[in-house]
């Protein structure tokens, strides 16, 4: 429901990185086509700007997102049934994997409220952070679906069936504070840090040596999916990848020169294999 005049995604320049900020705050900043559309355009935007090395998604007002827009889905105003499954593979499926698979670290404040495929677009993300009272209400099957935008895989993944199961079938919640004592999410910050530890936080990744932090995802990534022998030597590939970077010397000479190292991040294009 394209009901207001602001844009939906709001892009801002930050120390080094793009901030991407969910705007549609009266409906806590529920999905539709056009939010879609404005933070697949805030991504290229910021993978296709030299000065971005990193992104941060946020909200405003009170939530940070509450899923798909709920009154777009209204049935008294429906033919029929909607088609759910070219909804997801269109838009969240198509935002999922632009996130996981995205050059640059993306980072992710959860400011309020978090819902349905709002938790797992914060959960793709590298790096999420909440408020320590953010509520994540899984909340699916509170309305007749099931987890989508990934939420199944790293609900799973991260908190273990017992866990996982218990939350999506009840639909329930938990606040940031849980979410980082679960593992869930990196961490919990006071309400009114939040916004400053995200910023600086992915300051510091922006600041950081681009190959080698691509190649860590990787790895971190893989980890999951092979045996130790198989990441053994994924590792050594990686590392030989990051010896040869410009990033590596200058990292080990700020070290014996005792001073904070300057990457330039300059990319190895061979690294670009994943
Ligand atoms: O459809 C597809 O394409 C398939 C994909 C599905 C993916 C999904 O995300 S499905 C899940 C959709 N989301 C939900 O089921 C969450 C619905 N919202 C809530 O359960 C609650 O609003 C919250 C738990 C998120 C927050 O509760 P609370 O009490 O803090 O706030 P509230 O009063 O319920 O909401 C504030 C306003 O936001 C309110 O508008 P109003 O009455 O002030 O004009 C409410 O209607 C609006 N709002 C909240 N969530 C949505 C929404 N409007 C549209 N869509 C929403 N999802």
């Known amino acids: 429901m394209t009901d207001q005049t602001e844009p939906s995604v709001v892009y801002d320049a930050g120390d080094g990185y793009a901030k991407l900020t969910l705007n549609r705050p009266k409906t806590l900043n529920a999905f539709t086509p056009d939010m879609h559309a404005g933070l697949m355009g805030g991504l290229a935007r ?8 990193a992104v941060l998604i946020t909200g405003s007002g009170r939530g940070f997102c509450a899923g798909q827009d709920l009154r777009d889905r209204d049935p008294r105003k429906m033919d029929g049934p909607p088609d759910l499954s070219d909804s997801v593979g269109r838009y969240y499926n198509t935002l999922v994997r632009r996130i996981r698979e995205f ?16 938790i797992g677009i914060a959960l793709a993300c590298d790096i999420t952070l909440a408020g ?96 130790l022998d198989d990441q053994l030597e994924l590792e050594r590939g990686y ?24 990457f330039a991040g300059a990319h190895d294009e061979a690294e670009h294999s994943k």
């Open 239 to 262: 590392q030989g990848q990051a010896g040869r970077s410009p990033d590596y010397a200058e990292g080990v000479l700020a070290f014996l020169e005792k001073r904070k190292p300057c």
């Open 103 to 118: 050059d640059k670290p993306v980072t992710c404040a959860v400011n309020g409220v978090a819902a349905g495929a709002g």
């Open 132 to 227: 320590e009272d953010a509520p994540l209400a899984i909340g699916f099957s509170r309305i007749g679906l099931v987890p989508d935008a990934g939420t199944s895989w790293t609900l799973t993944r991260r908190l273990g069936e017992a866990r996982a199961m218990g939350l999506a079938l009840t639909g329930g919640r938990l606040s940031g504070r849980e979410a980082a004592d679960w593992g869930l999410i990196w961490r919990a910050v006071p309400g009114e840090d939040l916004a400053t530890e995200a910023e600086n936080l992915t300051a510091q990744l922006a600041r950081g040596p681009a190959q080698a932090l691509r190649l860590t995802r990787n790895a971190i990534r893989a980890a999951a999916d092979q045996p």
């Open 46 to 53: 910021a993978e296709a700007d030299p000065a971005c090395r």
